[in-house]
């Protein structure tokens, strides 16, 4: 059999919860060059929402090896294997993502000081839709070789920020969504009986939006009175995870829990359902959420879609990026038998089209292509003897009161060294320490998610 003639490709990805994880290992797969045979590393970083095996195996996501490291661990890592890995994947929150920025920075100075090999190409960008803190979370990702932005959209506004501030844009790279894909949707009459079972209504919950227990408990009810009113169709709550699971944002008010106080209990064509999206999209016929990314999901495959605006629509709940989708839409307009009529060109620029086509500027392209730039980009970078040293926009110099927190976080110092006292990253944890830390984020999450809401009422007596 004759030898293979891809290259080998080293790609490392860091990720602090489920989402980043599934976002950065298939960003990693779609980012590399064709001719490359790629072997990927996963390192998770340890903290308040460090992914459960439950969630991984929901993820679905393989890689060769995975496991879970301190930021000093990773940090140590990426400088012992400095000429091994050509790509390292920055899958964080901004802060992490500026702090490894730093630290990567740090480490292959030391090694460059030394004669060490070429560094690897440094990639970042965004799990979904950007709806806050633009300005504040670009600019914490800023410095990395390429920054992802998921549409001509957030290619535009990423670039127009960076340029604001007078920092370097060209490392923002279009893209798309790397988790998007799917058989189209077959349109259906919501009231005709098909072979493929019944109308099946899907609502994408969201782990912080709406955050109160009031509005929570408002959409259940919503959702529970729509299968109440419908009971020819299936009516579904899709959810992210577990109570005591953690994915990349807080839940302090879990579905389940509020469920579980449904008068009568829930009518029989009502579930809670868990698992990957893109099977639960394969039954769906009309999508309802907040402003979930799950909305993207279903749009690409043109499943009839609806943000709702029942909470109004305002930036704390993220659906104000939906304005001017035609999507948006209330429970009542719902139950009256509403469907909703997406505006294509908003659909193009967000990157998204049935079928894997979608509109550029020029009028042409396809979701396959999407990584095209991204990929050549890569490989011209992979194509150098050396590249420059990484060079953030914020620095001791540029953010004095504001870097060194940030940092301090990830027990780094403002230039990026580790600070006297950083946790021990010459050796793995021991098994005393591992079931030690097991038992403090347990604590934790039940301290989110159990007893700061009880607090919380307290002070509203």
Not at 36 to 58: V, W
Not at 336 to 365: K, L, N, Y
Request: proline fraction near 7%.
């Amino acid at each position: 059999m004759p030898a293979s003639t891809k290259k080998s490709l080293r790609v490392a990805v860091l990720a602090d919860s489920d989402t980043r994880w599934k976002w950065g290992a298939l960003t990693a797969n779609r980012i590399a060059p064709a001719d490359s045979d790629i072997r990927l590393d996963g390192y998770l970083l340890r903290g308040r929402a460090t992914p459960t095996a439950r969630q991984l195996e929901e993820v679905g996501v393989r890689a060769d090896t995975l496991r879970e490291v301190t930021a000093g661990e990773f940090l140590r890592e990426m400088s012992g294997a400095r000429s091994a890995y050509d790509v390292v994947v920055l899958s964080l929150v901004g802060g992490g993502v500026q702090a490894m920025l730093h630290g990567l920075s740090h480490q292959w100075r030391e090694r460059s000081a030394t004669g060490g090999a070429k560094r690897p190409v440094v990639v970042t960008g965004y799990v979904g839709v950007v709806y806050e803190k633009l300005a504040d979370g670009l600019l914490l990702r800023h410095g990395a070789d390429l920054v992802l932005a998921n549409s001509r959209q957030d290619a535009d506004r990423f670039t127009a920020v960076y340029e604001g501030v007078g920092a370097d844009a060209s490392s923002v790279t279009e893209v798309a969504l790397p988790f998007l894909g799917g058989d189209p949707y077959e349109k259906r009459d919501p009231s005709a009986k098909q072979g493929r079972g019944p109308y099946t209504v899907v609502f994408a919950a969201q782990p912080s939006v709406p955050e109160s227990r009031k509005d929570r408990t408002y959409l259940l009810n919503r959702l529970v009175q729509h299968a109440r009113l419908h009971p020819d169709r299936e009516v579904l709550l899709k959810l992210r995870s577990k109570p005591g699971e953690h994915t990349t944002h807080i839940e302090e008010q879990p579905y389940q829990r509020l469920a579980e106080r449904i008068p009568g209990g829930p009518p029989a064509n009502f579930r809670l359902v868990y698992g990957h999206m893109g099977e639960v999209l394969d039954r769906t016929d009309l999508l309802v959420t907040i402003s979930s990314t799950a909305a993207l999901e279903s749009l690409h495959r043109r499943i009839p879609t609806v943000v709702l605006t029942d909470l109004g629509v305002r930036e704390s709940l993220g659906n104000h990026h939906f304005v001017g989708s035609g999507c948006l839409a209330s429970w009542d307009q719902l139950d009256a038998g509403h469907g909703p009529s997406p505006d294509e060109e908003w659909v193009a620029r967000q990157g998204v089209a049935a079928g894997g086509t979608s509109r550029t500027e020029s009028g042409q392209g396809s979701y396959e292509t999407a990584f095209d730039a991204a990929r050549e980009r890569i490989a011209g970078l992979l194509g150098r003897d050396e590249l420059p040293g990484l060079a953030p926009y914020y620095t001791p110099a540029t953010a004095p009161g504001y870097l060194p927190g940030i940092l301090a976080r990830h027990h780094l110092a403002p230039d990026g060294s580790p600070l006297p006292g950083a946790p021990d990253a010459d050796r793995e944890p021991g098994a005393v320490r591992q079931i030690v830390r097991r038992a403090a984020r347990g604590a934790y999450r039940h301290g989110v998610q159990r007893v700061a809401p009880v607090i919380r009422r307290m002070g509203e007596l």
